[in-house]
């Protein structure tokens, strides 16, 4: 008899573990459901707190921001753009191939972001890469701005001027 008590016993025991081990099943999916709800949540609030320091940090109404971009490229192999704004530099970028590449591809880099008062500045950017027939090339653009209550965004253009067989660089503002 004492041993038909011990297998019930065992058996009861063997029971109540695997129903636990079941309980267990649907806490451990809860809280892994739980953890991704909380990173995603994680994420979203790093990505408000970073617009919110970016209006902080440059106000719609100080706000100055200056892209570069390439047409076909195949008069110029940039290497690097030195930005100046009112005399001061604020920006110099060294270029990968990767990075000219992409732009070749019709991207556009970000290359300054910053804040200006109202009224009229002047921008001066330095181009230097290789031009035609492989010479070191360093050319300049300028122009002067006014700048309002709106924030500005001024773009560096790079393009092959096929009629002169010579880069063209430029600066347009966006309205």
């Known amino acids: 008899m004492p041993l038909r008590h011990l297998t019930v016993g065992v058996l009861c025991a ?18 892994d459901e739980r953890i991704q709800d909380l990173k995603a949540e994680v994420i979203r609030l ?8 970016e209006e902080l940090l440059f106000p719609a109404n100080t706000q100055v921001a200056i ?11 940039l290497e690097s753009v030195q ?7 604020v920006a110099y970028y ?6 000219v590449a992409a732009l070749h591809r019709g991207g556009v880099q ?11 500045h002047e921008l001066v950017a330095f181009f230097t890469g290789q031009g035609p027939h492989q010479r070191d090339y360093k050319r300049g653009a300028t122009v002067r ?22 880069p063209e660089f430029d600066i347009r503002i966006w309205q």
């Open 67 to 77: 892209f570069v971009s390439m047409d076909v490229g195949k008069l110029f192999a």
């Open 145 to 166: 701005f006014q700048k309002g209550a709106e924030p500005k965004f001024i773009e560096l253009r790079i393009r092959d001027a096929t009629g002169k067989l010579q």
């Open 110 to 120: 970000r290359l300054y972001v910053g804040n200006l008062k109202a009224g009229e």
């Open 94 to 99: 060294l270029y990968t191939p990767a990075e």
């Open 46 to 53: 790093n990505r408000d707190l970073l617009i919110l320091e």
């Open 83 to 89: 930005l100046k704004i009112d005399g001061k530099d």
């Open 14 to 31: 063997l029971a109540s573990v695997a129903l636990a081990a079941d309980g267990v099943k649907p806490l451990a999916a809860s809280l």
